[in-house]
């Protein structure tokens, strides 16, 4: 099933797409890997869906890499009399620990992290920014507010507090219940929520010990202050918008979205950018205009995969969805726009061997015009390392090991390859030859670049680049 693009798509399953033959239909429309939101749904319906993943990636011979996107802490308020009131702007507003039901002067916030963490003047938002409040006193276990926004409040609303470091772990009691799960299931990748500094990342990669990638979800404005360490410590990030958007202005979310995307290039870590891009296809079966510029935009920018949320687990037109973005994906890649973009993209390479010999392949490439380049992997660093450089080609990732080959789904330019071990220099080129030929990347008489590690299996040792002819008559090709 070879994609006729670089971005890949990340579709969440639901509802929507539960089936098996939904599944699958929606792999050949274009999804490259799958999320199972741990926001919602039984760890069951969970099982189920991972079952239905995996026998739709046997059937297909594709891998196909899951991503679990825990919960992270969620702040709300609790319940109203009569189930919500009506915040006129001006007036004060008390949130306290007291567990009686709301009024129109005061409600429950059983969050003492909240009031350790403001001062005056600090503005809490609500209900997804709807409404905003400015802290004016204080206490351990209250705040009055002044009014800023008012508007309708309901019960379990939720509340944030921008630009707020909050004394709590990104981790709740229900997300370490559900990652145990997931790595016992075999998710490929971790999506981690309410990232706001590097000791959130290095917490949750201690529980995690190697069994799965960890994604970073970029939702908080504080993070960004820790980006470079934040981006050090994980094996990609998420460029979460929505909840992003409630803490920053509208205005801002564009300008951080491609300072991410910089970030991540340079230090060569795959970056999804996620949250209401074909937002009005839950209901409709194509995309507003604005949509679709959406979506091209963050292909301009370089994003390894973009990401379908309510579009696919809930929406009406799921496939059309999925189709509708491999179309905008192919045109954009398509353009000579793009494609100066993606040349000036290229980053320096670092002072390493690997760096040195993934820069050379890519240059290679393009000056002998090869087919392909092919990286035969044991962790996925020299796959990794060649499409930072964004070559001009299909890079093949070779490797014996279905965790990485499902890992590798969601990096732009790649198409995993499971494969068996080797164990010389001229097996790996025929191995090489093969895959390329078998995967329709090549032709008879086309050459290939390869790049490996040697000795074979010994993570992050690129030092190896080799030129090859696809010759010969295609009966090895069986």
């Not at 009686?100 to 992290?113: C, F, K, S, W, Y």
């Amino acid at each position: 099933m070879k994609r006729n693009r670089c971005a890949k798509i990340l579709a969440t399953l639901g509802p929507a797409t539960s089936s098996e033959s939904t599944l699958e239909t929606l792999v050949r429309a274009g999804a490259d890997m799958v999320r199972l939101n741990f926001s919602h749904g039984a760890h069951e319906e969970h099982r189920r869906r991972y079952d239905v993943v995996r026998a739709v990636e046997n059937k297909l011979g594709r891998p196909i890499g899951i991503l679990m996107d825990l919960q992270g802490p969620k702040l709300r308020v609790g319940d109203f009399v009569g189930g919500k009131v009506k915040l006129e702007t001006g007036a004060t507003f008390r949130l306290d620990m007291e567990k009686d039901l709301g009024t129109i002067q005061r409600v429950r916030l059983p969050h003492p992290e909240i009031f350790a963490a403001i001062d005056e003047g600090t503005d809490l938002l609500l209900d997804d920014g709807k409404l905003r409040l400015r802290v004016e006193t204080f206490g351990a276990d209250y705040a009055v507010t002044r009014v800023i926004n008012g508007g309708v409040l309901s019960d379990h609303k939720g509340l944030n507090v921008p630009n707020a470091v909050l004394p709590i772990s990104a981790l709740t009691e229900k997300d370490r219940r559900d990652l145990q799960f997931g790595l016992d299931l075999g998710v490929d990748w971790v999506g981690l929520s309410f990232v706001q500094r590097p000791e959130d990342v290095a917490e949750a990669r201690k529980l995690i010990g190697g069994r799965a990638a960890i994604i970073s979800k970029i939702e908080k404005p504080t993070a960004l202050d820790h980006l470079a360490h934040i981006i050090e410590l994980s094996d990609a990030l998420m460029v979460a918008r929505g909840d992003l958007g409630v803490e920053v202005p509208p205005e801002r979310v564009p300008i951080l979205q491609k300072r991410i995307l910089a970030a991540c290039h340079l230090a060569g870590k795959p970056v999804v950018v996620a949250t209401q891009m074909l937002e009005s296809m839950i209901n409709a079966p194509t995309p507003t205009r604005a949509e679709a510029s959406d979506v091209a935009t963050a292909i301009y920018d370089g994003a390894d995969a973009v990401m379908l949320s309510a579009e696919t687990a809930v929406g009406q037109y799921p496939v059309e969805a999925v189709a509708m973005m491999d179309k905008i994906i192919q045109q954009v890649e398509t353009d000579e726009h793009y494609q100066y973009l993606r040349n000036a993209r290229r980053e320096s390479p670092e002072g390493t061997a690997a760096d040195a010999i993934s820069a050379a392949a890519s240059q290679v490439a393009e000056t002998i015009k090869a087919a392909a380049i092919v990286t035969y992997t044991s962790s996925g660093s020299t796959t990794l390392r060649a499409a930072r450089q964004r070559p001009g080609v299909p890079i093949l990732c070779l490797t014996t090991n279905p965790r990485i080959a499902r890992r590798m789904a969601m990096v732009w330019g790649v198409h995993s390859v499971l494969d068996k071990d080797i164990s010389n220099f001229q097996e790996m080129v025929e191995l090489a030859v093969k895959a390329a030929y078998r995967e329709g990347f090549a032709n008879i008489g086309e050459r290939i670049v390869m790049t490996a590690g040697v000795p074979f299996g010994t993570p992050g040792t690129t030092n190896v680049l080799r030129i090859a002819w696809v010759e010969g008559d295609d009966s090895w090709a069986e």
